[in-house]
């Protein structure tokens, strides 16, 4: 299973392919459009939010609510489009001069990218740019139905933002207060104070990042393998998190705490419980070990850099003049670590259901569901 996906921060739409979808997965179109919803929502987004109202359009790979086996085409259109037709059309009289950068932003992928393709910064910015995401959500949103419908949960809260950390916990209703916080935060105190600091940063013209966490519950033993290092689960879920945008870090279960513990605190002692079969006594491996999924849930943690454009911003080169001058602004927000979490969670679902076919090698959706319920049932049954 594949995906591409084609498109520009200002061009007319965002484009997506899905290749190796079984045949027969539910797809729901509204839980796409719900999911790219929240990717727009929460404290900190900037202007553009206000314009576009993300909408998906299954264009081919999906009949009366089914995948066909087919390649599914997607399309999310740009509703700024229509102020920007003239700089960003094909066509050979594209204003190319009103809208040029060539004061690239640190921070940004717009030096690299011009000095790599020889070419003015727009033409980098706009395919850089985190409007790319909506696609990857929308993709990740139909692998994430599939693996719904096999009894995987994936969910996501914030843990931090502009060195504010929330207090968490997986008792009570810590998991219902995440899912009604503008913050996805369960720790009301935190969440104020995140909402104080967004405030300082707007008026002094900054930006925040934050910390960010993923976990994957349902998931059997055996996703991934540890005999070839790009066929390891964990190197492919780093891979797909990293590659969202202003992401720098990410770790698994203890992290980096486990440098500072002995190896007695940091392995989970193996256990066994007849019905259930082997498990773990703690989760400090984030529930991947060599490669593998152990069947302990996989949490995973990322670290979101502050967003590269200030509104007080700093120096930089002209690429023509070579003097020393402001970096470009282009309209951003001033935090989007909610946001970046709903990309997370998507991009995961996507390598996750990636390993589930790699392991159900399957056509169709009810053969991969006879294949995971007969490989959990001899789980149980397994004898050496």
């Known amino acids: 299973m594949r995906f591409l996906t084609a498109g520009e921060s200002h061009g007319q739409k965002l484009v997506g392919i899905i290749e190796g979808l079984p045949s027969g997965v539910k797809i729901s179109k509204e839980q796409v459009d719900k999911a790219l919803r ?9 202007g553009r939010m206000a314009i576009e109202q993300d909408e998906v359009q299954l264009v081919s790979g999906v009949r ?11 399309e999310i259109l740009n509703r700024d489009w229509e102020n920007w037709e003239k700089i960003m059309t094909w066509r050979e009289e594209a204003d190319l001069e009103s809208r040029r950068v060539m004061t690239p932003r640190p921070g940004h992928a717009d030096l690299s990218g011009a000095l790599k393709y020889r070419t003015e910064v727009r033409n980098i910015l706009e395919r ?24 995987v949960e994936i969910k996501g809260h914030v843990l931090a933002v502009g060195g504010v950390h929330a207090k968490c916990t997986d008792e009570g209703d ?10 996805s935060v369960g720790d009301p105190f935190a969440e104020q104070q995140m909402g104080e ?4 940063a707007r008026e002094q013209g900054e930006s925040l990042g934050g910390l960010l966490e993923v976990q994957v519950h349902h998931v059997p033993v055996g996703l991934g393998s540890h005999v070839q290092w790009d066929r390891k689960l964990d190197g492919k879920i780093a891979q797909a998190v990293l590659s969202v945008q202003a992401m720098k870090g990410i770790s698994f279960g203890l992290g980096f705490e486990a440098a500072d513990r002995v190896g007695s605190k940091v392995h989970d002692q193996i256990c066994y419980k007849k019905g259930q079969g082997f498990g773990r006594a703690s989760n400090h491996a984030g529930g991947i070990e060599g490669g593998m999924s152990n069947g302990e849930p996989i949490i995973l943690q990322a670290v979101m850099k502050p967003i590269p454009t200030l509104y007080q911003p700093l120096n930089t080169v002209h690429l023509v003049t070579k003097e ?4 470009s602004v282009e309209r951003s927000d001033i935090c989007a670590v909610p946001a970046a979490l709903v990309v997370l969670e998507h991009v995961v679902a996507w390598v996750i259901a990636e390993a589930v076919l790699e392991k159900f090698t399957a056509d169709s959706f009810s053969e ?4 995971w319920e007969e490989y959990e049932k001899n789980l149980l049954q397994i004898e050496f």
């Open 38 to 46: 929240k990717r727009q929502q929460g404290p900190g987004r900037g």
């Open 324 to 327: 020393v001058v402001k970096a």
């Open 128 to 151: 850089a740019s985190a409007r790319e995401t909506a696609m990857r959500v929308a993709i990740g949103s139909i692998a994430r139905q599939m693996l719904t419908t096999l009894g």
């Open 368 to 371: 991969l569901q006879t294949a």
């Open 197 to 200: 600091r967004l405030i300082l």
């Open 174 to 183: 810590y998991w219902q207060r995440v899912r009604q916080s503008e913050w």
């Open 64 to 74: 009366g609510g089914l995948s066909t086996g087919a390649p599914i085409a997607l």
